[in-house]
């Protein structure tokens, strides 16, 4: 059963006239008559009940009439439905992020977008650190990701959005909270509370290799899962950790300060990025929207 049929079909049970539904459409009389008799054909019945006098619905044609009309309509959703991914309104985003570092610059742009265009859905993953939120971006299982990087990918693009210092973490008691900074040599004597080894772990790699650099090996009291289980460690008094500023606001425990390391630092770069060649007018939506939500850094 074809549109057209329907369409035809329903003008004819409306009308009960056959001149009076062919100038309803814009189409001649013969023609509408054909397509009526081509539709009972198909279904082998007859749906009107024709004299010279008038047309009448037949039994067969009274059962037809409410499946019809809802034929139109879904018709009519599933064109305003591509219509509407077309124009980006509506879409699903695979955005990943690694935790507290990023969470509300997450939760910004997200309920914003809910706001502007609630037909686009986020599918959220938060444990997604920067080596595999880049290659998942290119083999197209991300299509947004918050990451960091020190020399831009091929095939993926992104603005910076935040900018991220390194500072100590530390219990609010502890003997060098009230510094104004801290070198990395005050730690020698500290026992550390770190991530477990990963190998796009940049704040475990960080702290590895600033004491190293600084001669020392440090003594690791404690590895979490997390950056949220890391302040509580610190907060409870069992270590100190190195982190970036940015978690540290985002997670900042009761009993604990954060003091900026007194060291020379490039400050690292958080991107929003994605593929250059997405093709996705939803994200082209969200990616529009970030600009003014989350506007570039520098």
């Not at 037949?58 to 018709?75: H, W």
């Not at 991914?85 to 997450?106: D, K, N, P, Y």
Request: contains cysteine; proline residues 6%; aromatic residues 4%.
């Amino acid at each position: 059963m074809e549109i057209q049929q329907v369409r035809a079909f329903l003008a004819v049970a409306e009308e009960l006239h056959f001149g009076r539904a062919a100038e309803r459409l814009g189409v001649l009389q013969p023609p509408l008559s054909r397509t009526i008799r081509a539709l009972e054909d198909d279904l082998g019945v007859s749906l009107f009940q024709r004299t010279t006098r008038n047309v009448r619905l037949s039994p067969e044609g009274e059962a037809l009439v409410e499946p019809a009309r809802k034929m139109l309509e879904y018709q009519s959703l599933a064109v305003d439905s591509v219509q509407r991914a077309a124009s980006g309104e509506t879409g699903r985003i695979s955005f990943g992020f690694a935790r507290s570092s990023s969470r509300s610059l997450v939760a910004s742009l997200v309920t914003a977008s809910r706001e502007r265009s609630p037909g686009i859905v986020f599918s959220l993953e938060s444990n997604v650190f920067a080596e595999e939120g880049l290659s998942r971006l290119v083999d197209g299982t991300l299509d947004l990701a918050l990451v960091r990087w020190s020399k831009q990918p091929p095939g993926v693009t992104g603005r910076a959005v935040m900018i991220e210092r390194l500072c100590v973490a530390l219990p609010d008691g502890h003997r060098l909270a009230g510094r104004s900074s801290i070198r990395v040599e005050d730690l020698a004597d500290e026992d550390f509370i770190t991530l477990p080894a990963h190998p796009s772990s940049t704040l475990r790699e960080n702290t590895m290799r600033l004491c190293h650099d600084a001669g020392f090996t440090p003594r690791q009291a404690q590895t979490a899962p997390d950056t949220q289980t890391i302040g509580a460690l610190v907060a409870a008094g069992l270590g100190v950790s190195i982190t970036f500023d940015s978690v540290s606001a985002n997670t900042r425990e009761v009993g604990t300060v954060a003091v900026p390391l007194d060291i020379p630092q490039d400050p690292s770069t958080l991107y929003l990025a994605h593929r250059s060649d997405h093709g996705k007018p939803s994200l082209d939506a969200v990616l529009a929207l970030a600009e003014e939500v989350l506007p570039t850094v520098e």
